[in-house]
């Protein structure tokens, strides 16, 4: 009984010293007055990670529905019996379980043959296979075109190869992950749009009432540039496109943040960075639309390493040193970093379509192209870039030949060649130093990694409010150290999503692997989306002392127009990837009903 | 495709360990943002290292001890109240590790996980910065007085709630008129120490209520056991002395008397092995934690001791130390039936500390029986042997103490107790370095400290 008396007088003494406190400090704000900004800030900041996590989600869910390839291309039909569906644009034939078309008799051999579509037609592959391929009885010496109606035999197992029937365009797919499915099939992406509109509003006057002089008209003026760009874009999507744009709504929520970013930072770059966001949403339509046929998307590699060779020339002869890495060319009227350009090139140098990767296990001169731009970066003395370009050539290379020992050997090789490097180069065996330890070297080669950390502690899971951090005050914050920004100004919340949007597009990537019509897709995706993650964690890890400081860019947030660019270019590869198409109205609108209905039961 | 989804694996693995990352993070965020906040190069916290605005800290009844404002700290107006609480406000340079400023500069300052060093208005919120202690300053100051500049140390606890009302360390300052410490090395030995939580000093005959408790236990004839004493033993070789030789004494009279003789046979009895248990529950060899501020250890090692060491460890010397707050602890569990009450200092807010389990810690060290004839024990010392004219009114059960520290430098002088009185359930301590008497040094600032205590208890306050 006394111990209930004392907790109820422990109860109301605490009420007690709340309502004095609060008493206490509104009488303590209201003697002297409080600014407008100082309000807004206060209630703003507790908005933007509810609406992070929201956008987070609502885009999530939607992308990752209905998994695998949905379209039908044509069957291969036995008389009679069976048919089989043909899901891509290169199918492997075999009787491996591994093969896209199982055929499990004897005499098929177990990577039998492929059977692709590209410049318009459909060819049959022979894979050197013991019983060989027939075409409408004749035998095909390497590759030879198919028609729909003819007779396809492997051995002695004889198809008819058909045409897809109306009907067969989009598939519904049964599968154990269904319920995942469903979570997505309510969420409207105009209201997730809506969402990322009001974060990039509130964020852009949040910002605008703390810039104090350097708030110009310019600084409206960008973000509704931006905003602008992103509603037409939205339509046109909307309008013209059939696929999911819950992707380019992530990237626009980044490419807020790295508005906001820089109008932090470096006020003055806004405009530069907005034409590289502009120009890079242009340059993502375009390769879309160039790749959209596997020929055409041959001779852009071409032409591109070509291209890149000739970059890297030019920055090894006139390149100008930033930072310690000699990476920038200086035309006069711009700047930018070649090797930022390069990448495209790169992944794309690493496609192949399914017979070319089954046939030709070549890989010389894709080793080739990758050396020499490592070698280029090691010149240069970058060594962010160059691990980047490395790891983004292990996870190609695996892709191409599938051989596990060959990769492990030039890892090991690539190991003893970083070792030689670290130890030769005393400006970076420096920044190695200070690893794991930066808190001894607080002021000294610790500088920046320790103030990252101060930053983001200081903001906790909300943030101080755009405009109010100090981290922007250290030299390449916005770019090295964005992750502290983010979490100093906007919160761990937000700064996490954005982070998590990047691990996002890997498993979504893979999520679509199975599906994708061509191993064209499938490879330039994975290369891209490699660079992206290894990208996040050499500047993310690094400013936070997990992994040394390597001074690379954040995909999509740091301060850069050539990054920038190069971003939006490597997202083309992942967009490419998604051959699905998504659920009409009538049909989102059947799902709705269904919904109700199960509901009222 | 299905190939190359399964040679996908190395994308699998880059995202495996950048999400694995991430997770590393976000466990480091957790465990050390609030260091990470606390650093002197923080401006949105510091200004040349100096927290540009904290919290308050009050005392229990809301005398402030401790504000920041733009930079300034300002101690309590009185001198003596600054001195008696500098190991609780510190010196402002962060010597004093265990002060308050030091182990809690993240709630002084306003930061915590949500928020991070946001601050609306340039002001930290009062209800979530301002700290109360469970601390008594005027208490601190009578018992400073009463210690009469003598190093040593007082610390009144109640044994019911784990409050400590009087914590008080000496050597001190005044932090508002720091003197040179280093020119007079003597004078401010250990001065930085708070002696209360972090000294070990031998504890002399005030141990023998560790051995009582395991003879009450283990030993069946106890009460008609007697042992002859002649003021000194030889035992294995090693000479045991007592003050006087006692006679014929049986566990009450050894207690009241302090008999070395009868404490050196009774361990021997014991043996090493049990003693060694019954010091580790009592607290010895183990550190506790005092609302997150860790006391210094005291340290028992005789499971291995035989004969004359182990005569002597029986009686509080040998290798034997103790940590005042620890054993301060171990009498409160004596006069609390057996239950162990964790010390706290800070006192939580009402509704919080209701809600999130009041963070009273309890454990039981002894058996209801042996703490309460010990007590018996203890509260017989005082009736024979320390006089209750010169406690009187407290129901006082107490042992002293006067540790041997070798050399030619006076025994420390140790009092330890409890009153056993409903209103005011308190247990203290008094250690004074090199004062001679345990009884009469030590139990005259006891006497001092808790009549002070008592009075304001029963005032109410």
New interface residues.
């Given amino acids: 009984m006394n111990s209930i008396i004392e ?1 109820g ?10 309502a004095d ?2 008493v ?2 509104v009488a ?2 209201l003697s002297n007055p ?1 600014e407008f900004v ?1 309000f807004y800030t ?1 209630v703003v ?1 507790w908005i933007f990670p509810i609406l992070a996590a929201a956008i987070f989600f609502r885009c999530l869910l939607p992308l990752l529905r209905s998994g695998g ?1 949905n379209r039908i291309w044509g069957f291969l039909e036995i008389k009679d019996a069976y048919r089989i569906p043909i899901m ?1 644009w ?1 199918n ?1 034939i075999g009787r491996s ?4 078309i199982v055929i499990n008799l004897p005499f098929v051999s177990r990577s039998h043959a492929v059977l692709s579509f590209g410049e318009k037609c459909w060819t049959i592959t022979d894979l050197a296979s013991k019983g060989g391929v027939r075409v409408n009885g004749e035998t095909v010496d390497g590759s030879g075109s198919v028609e729909f109606g003819d007779s396809i035999a492997f051995a002695t197992a004889e198809f008819q190869f058909l045409p897809a029937e109306e009907g067969y365009e989009s598939l519904p797919r049964k599968s154990r992950w269904d319920w995942f499915s469903k979570l997505g099939r309510n969420l409207d992406s105009n209201k997730t749009f809506l969402l990322i509109l009001a974060f990039q509003v509130l964020g852009g006057i949040q910002l605008y009432l703390t810039m104090g002089e350097a708030a110009t008209v310019s600084v409206i003026e960008t973000f509704l540039i931006f905003i602008a760009a992103e509603c037409v874009y939205y339509f046109v999507l909307s309008r013209y496109g059939r696929k999911y744009r819950e992707l380019e709504l992530l990237i626009y929520f980044l490419c807020g943040l790295n508005l906001f970013v820089v109008a932090s930072a470096k006020p003055g770059h806004l405009t530069k960075q907005l034409a590289a966001i502009l120009l890079g949403m242009m340059v993502y339509a375009a390769i879309q639309l160039i790749i959209k046929d596997v020929g055409r998307g041959r001779k852009l590699k071409y032409l591109l390493v070509g291209c890149s060779v000739v970059l890297m020339v030019l920055n090894l002869t006139i390149g100008e040193a930033r930072f310690g890495a000699r990476n920038w060319i200086n035309l006069g009227f711009i700047t930018f970093q070649p090797m930022e350009f390069v990448k495209v090139a790169f992944v794309l140098a690493g496609t192949a379509t ?1 017979d070319k990767l089954l046939t030709a296990r070549n890989l010389t001169a894709f080793i080739g192209f990758s050396g020499s731009c490592i070698g280029a970066l090691i010149l240069m003395r970058d060594l962010g870039t160059s691990v980047i370009f490395f ?1 983004a050539f ?2 190609i290379a ?2 191409r030949s ?1 051989d596990i020992r060959t990769i492990a050997f030039i890892s090991a090789g690539a190991v003893l060649g970083a070792f030689a490097v670290v130890t030769f180069l005393p400006y970076i065996a420096s920044r190695f130093q200070a690893w794991g330890h930066v808190w001894e070297f ?2 000294t080669i610790g500088y920046q990694q ?2 990252t ?2 930053a ?10 755009g405009g109010n951090g ?1 981290l922007v005050k250290v030299a390449a914050s916005d770019t090295d150290l964005v992750f502290g920004i983010l979490c ?1 100004e906007w ?2 919340v937000v700064a ?1 999503a954005a ?2 949007i ?2 996002f597009l ?2 979504f ?2 999520f679509l ?4 019509k061509s ?1 064209f897709y ?2 330039s995706a ?1 290369g891209a ?2 660079i992206f ?2 990208q ?2 050499l500047n ?2 690094g400013s ?1 002392d ?2 040394p400081l390597t001074g690379v860019t954040l995909p999509f947030v740091s301060n850069g127009g050539s990054s920038m660019v190069v971003c939006w270019a490597l997202l083309s590869f992942i967009k490419a990837a998604d051959e699905r198409i998504r659920p009409g109205r009538e049909e989102a609108e059947s799902a709705a009903e269904g919904l109700t209905e199960g509901e009222g039961v | ?12 693995v ?2 495996v ?3 694995a ?2 997770l ?3 466990v ?2 957790a465990v ?6 606390q ?1 002197p ?5 510091y200004s040349e290292g100096r927290l540009k605005i904290a919290g308050i800290l009050y005392d229990r009844n809301g005398t402030a001890l401790l504000q920041t404002e733009d930079g300034e700290i300002k101690y309590n107006e009185n001198k003596t109240v600054r001195r008696a609480l500098l190991h609780v406000t510190g010196d402002s340079y962060g010597n004093i590790v265990t002060s308050i400023p030091v182990a809690y500069g993240d709630r002084l300052s306003g ?8 601050r ?2 340039d ?1 930290v ?3 979530g910065s ?1 700290m109360t202690l469970t601390l008594d300053a005027d208490l601190c100051t009578a018992a400073y007085n009463a210690m009469n500049g003598r190093k040593g140390t007082v610390g009144v606890y109640n044994y019911k709630t784990g409050e400590i009302l009087c914590m008080v360390s000496l050597p001190s300052f005044d932090p508002e008129n720091r003197p040179n410490v280093e020119a007079s090395p003597e004078k401010y030995e250990g001065v930085y120490l708070n002696r209360l939580l972090s000294a070990a000093y031998t504890p002399g005959s005030v141990f023998k209520l560790v051995t009582a408790a395991a003879a009450i236990d283990r030993i069946p004839n106890l009460d008609t056991l007697t042992y002859h004493c002649e003021g000194k033993k030889l035992i294995n070789g090693t000479e045991v002395t007592c003050p006087s030789a006692h006679g014929d004494v049986t566990l009450k009279e050894a207690l009241a008397q302090s008999c070395n003789i009868y404490f050196a046979e009774i361990s021997l009895e014991l043996g090493g092995k049990t003693l060694q248990r019954y010091a580790e529950n009592a607290g010895f060899n183990s550190r506790l934690t005092v609302d997150g501020i860790q006391t210094a250890a005291g340290k028992v090692d005789v499971s291995e001791a035989e004969g004359g060491d182990l005569a002597w460890a029986g009686i509080g010397q040998y290798s034997d130390t103790a940590n005042p707050l620890s054993f301060m602890a171990y009498v409160g569990a004596i006069a609390n039936d057996g239950v162990r009450v964790t010390p706290k200092l800070v006192k939580g ?6 809600l999130f389990g ?1 963070n009273l810690r309890q454990e039981r060290i002894l058996s209801r029986e042996t703490a309460v004839k010990l007590g018996a024990l203890m509260r017989n010392n005082v009736i024979e042997g320390y006089g209750e004219k010169n406690f009187k009114g407290l129901e006082l059960c107490a042992k002293s103490g006067t540790a041997e520290v070798g050399g030619d430098k006076k025994p420390h002088s140790w009092f330890v107790g409890y009153l056993d009185r409903e209103d005011c359930p308190l247990a203290f301590i008094v250690v004074v370095e090199n004062g001679g008497s345990g009884s009469k040094v030590a139990g005259n600032v006891a006497a001092k400290v808790l009549k002070a205590a008592v009075e304001r208890q029963t005032d109410g306050k």
């Fill in positions: 907790n007088n422990q109860i109301l003494d605490g009420i007690r010293a709340w406190g609060v206490a400090g303590a704000y409080i100082e206060f900041r390839a891509h290169e492997s379980k591994l093969s896209d399914l790891g292990l996870v695996f892709m599938g607080a002021d320790t103030r950390l101060i983001s502690a200081s903001g906790g899971l909300l943030g101080v409010g100090y100093e919160g761990l996490l982070v998590l990047i691990v890997s498993v990537t893979l692997m199975r599906g994708c191993s499938a490879i994975c989306v490699s993650m290894i996040t964690a993310v890890f936070l997990i992994l | 495709m299905k190939l190359l989804t399964r040679r996908a694996f190395g994308l699998l880059l995202t360990l950048l999400a990352g991430l590393i993070f976000t480091r965020y050390n943002a609030s260091d990470w906040a650093h190069t923080n401006k949105h916290l930061w915590d996980p949500v928020n991070g060093a946001y609306f208005h002001k919120s009062g209800f301002d807010k009402g509704l919080s500390s209701f009041a």
